[in-house]
RNA sequence: UGUCCGAUAGUAUAAGGGUAGUACAACGGUUUUUGGUACCGUUUGUCUUGGUUCGAAUCCAGGUCGGACAACCA
């Protein structure tokens, strides 16, 4: 029998729109305005929208809501684009809103003809004014009543060019005592002389979200358009122009936003942090923005892992942060190789190792699906190793380094701290060893068992490399509900740049694409400030940790 | 003071009138040449008050709490 996997409410009625035979092919739209980068909440409607598509059938399209000109770039429109496909979503038809901006103004004339649009000279305060409040109704604008002769006469001037921005706007005639504040005889048609991306300067009115995004999903013919809780309260407009249009009958629906702890998600935030210089651009791979998060070293699977796992309800919610570190985890550790690299370096000596150097061969991955093969990896006399791994006086439950200790050398062999060396200031600056010959990985003979084992890379055979380590972006679970500004709860320890660390010499050929876990330090990938003299990796997230430091 | 939406372990998400389950987190254990992985186990929950019913997380009513709505933004 086949498991029954739960449905969220969403596939439930496309189910029912589907056995009921209301339609006969799904066919749904990721619809983001290019005006910025997508983050991992638009990665939760990515996933949605064309997931859906995916397991039911019909097709995704991708549709630029651009009604706004001066927010709007191509920029944003190939970031949105890349990151899309970066994902895994490929879309049926590349659209854009502007695209119908013909059939848009013949639905308002049309509108104007029924006597459902008119007109307005009325200010902005004016019609704030007249606007009521979410307790009080409105009242009707002095130019309501108009014509339906001069309403076509002055929409066909302002269409033409003839007022200047803000002289008149066309508004759809509803009620002004709504409840439902949009309802209020909202704006559809706005009057702006700017250059528009696509359409460059052959408009100069603009039709409002509200009065392009339903038509242009009836245009397509998108059954079930899917959008964020926030247009909850839209709905009933969206339903009102397609009533008095008569065009094909989308449906809206509604899903919970995503919020991720620990950090901000809305536009204007994220745009406050780059050009605060808070961080370094959109891309930081503290940011959680797509670019930002590819840059980081997560990989799609992991992101859309998660945008499963998150689930898809009505509620808000706030998901933690620690399943998207378990997502990526999961992901990296059958895929990444498993390498070497000290990234605080203290000096090991092994005092009684007369051999010079020695190849010896490490295990790539031994999670990995294939097994992982096996790499050489040079060992000598002198080695660097994390200082963390050495304590002069050993906590209760120990078992690194300490005066008398023994540990294994990953890949290498058991040594016996016998000395130490610390400068004038009481700094260890060196730790001699003895290694016992019989003890090497893969042959040991010596029947010593050790309960530590530590990552090294040998001292005379080691590259540098700088790492950076990432650590949450605020110090408050919740920026955006701290008193003061978000930008407090900034975490001053967001990123630890180490300028020279040790890596071994396999990783001298890493590339952009390659995923590694520096053993027991975490997941790493370059970073795509690397040069050749000098090696960038960032840390994408470090390993579970479940040793209970002492205090 | 209005309208709309929502409420299940710490966090998410199931159960659609019939045993409250799963994942992450936390905690403990086994294995381990990564204090990782894998495996096993433990703790913690139906907002509240009534009603309908043999039986309610589920249906109904009232309350409480949280969110959205007054941009010529989307």
Avoid at 5 to 29: A, H, M, P, Q, W
Avoid at 180 to 190: A, E, G, K, Q, V
Avoid at 409 to 415: N, Q, S
């Amino acid at each position: 029998m086949s498991e029954e996997k739960s449905l969220n409410f969403i596939e439930e009625i496309i189910e029912n729109d589907l056995n009921s035979g209301k339609y006969e092919t799904l066919v749904t739209r990721f619809p983001p305005e290019p005006n910025g980068y997508l983050h991992i909440g638009h990665a939760k409607a990515i996933c949605l929208n064309f997931g859906l598509t995916q397991k039911y059938g019909g097709y995704t399209n991708l549709r630029f809501d651009d009604t706004n000109p001066v927010t709007e770039k191509t920029e944003y429109v190939n970031s949105q684009q890349e990151d899309i496909r970066w994902l895994g979503f490929n879309w049926k038809n590349e659209l854009y809103a502007s695209d119908y901006f013909d059939e848009l103004y013949g639905f308002a004339v049309k509108l104007i003809e029924k006597g459902l649009a008119y007109v307005d000279e009325s200010s902005a305060d004016e019609i704030a004014a007249l606007k009521g409040t979410p307790t009080e109704p409105g009242q009707d604008s002095p130019h309501r009543n108009r014509s339906i002769e001069e309403n076509l006469d002055i929409f066909t001037k302002m269409k033409n060019g003839e007022f200047a921005d803000g002289a008149y706007i066309l508004r759809a005639k509803i009620d002004m005592a709504s409840p439902n504040m949009l309802m209020r005889d909202p704006i559809i048609y706005r009057i702006k002389h700017a250059e528009h991306h696509r359409t460059g300067n052959k408009w100069c009115i603009y039709p409002m979200y509200d009065f392009a995004h339903g038509q242009s999903d009836s245009i397509e013919n998108i059954t079930h358009s899917i959008c964020t809780l926030e247009y909850v309260s839209h709905r009933e407009l969206y339903d009102w122009f397609i009533e008095k249009l008569e065009i094909f009958p989308s449906k809206q629906y509604e899903f919970a936003r995503l919020n991720l702890t620990s950090t901000v998600m809305s536009k204007r935030k994220l745009l406050q942090l780059v050009n605060e210089n808070l961080v370094n651009g959109w891309d930081d791979p503290r940011m959680p923005t797509i670019s930002g998060l590819r840059r980081r070293g997560f990989t799609p699977k992991s992101i859309r892992e998660f945008c499963e796992r998150i689930g898809i309800a009505k509620r808000e919610n706030l998901i933690e942060l620690s399943l998207l570190e378990f997502c990526i985890r999961e992901d990296l550790n059958k895929t990444a190789n498993r390498v070497m690299a000290v990234l605080d370096p203290i000096k090991l000596v092994i005092t009684n190792y007369e051999k010079g150097t020695e190849d010896l061969i490490g295990e790539n991955n031994p999670e990995a699906e294939d097994g992982g093969g096996t790499r050489v990896i040079p060992f000598s006399n002198e080695l660097w190793i994390e200082r963390e791994d050495f304590m002069e006086v050993p906590a209760k439950k120990w078992f690194r380094l300490a005066p008398g200790a023994m540990v294994r050398l990953k890949f290498a062999y058991i040594v016996k701290c016998e000395d130490f060396v610390k400068d004038e200031n009481g700094n260890v600056t060196e730790i001699h060893c003895t290694y016992i010959p019989e003890s090497k990985s893969g042959s040991d003979t010596s029947g010593i068992n050790v309960k530590g084992t530590i990552h090294w890379v040998s001292a005379p055979h080691a590259k540098t490399a700088e790492i950076r380590l990432y650590d949450r972006l605020f110090t408050s679970e919740t920026p955006d509900a701290e008193e003061g500004d978000f930008k407090d709860y900034l975490n001053p320890e967001s990123l630890t740049v180490l300028p020279n660390a040790y890596i071994e010499p396999a990783l001298a050929d890493a590339d952009l694409d390659g995923r590694y876990q520096f053993i027991r330090k975490g997941y790493f990938c370059l970073d795509k400030d690397s040069t050749a003299d000098k090696l960038v990796f960032n840390r994408t997230v470090t390993l579970k940790d479940t040793f209970k430091k002492p205090n």
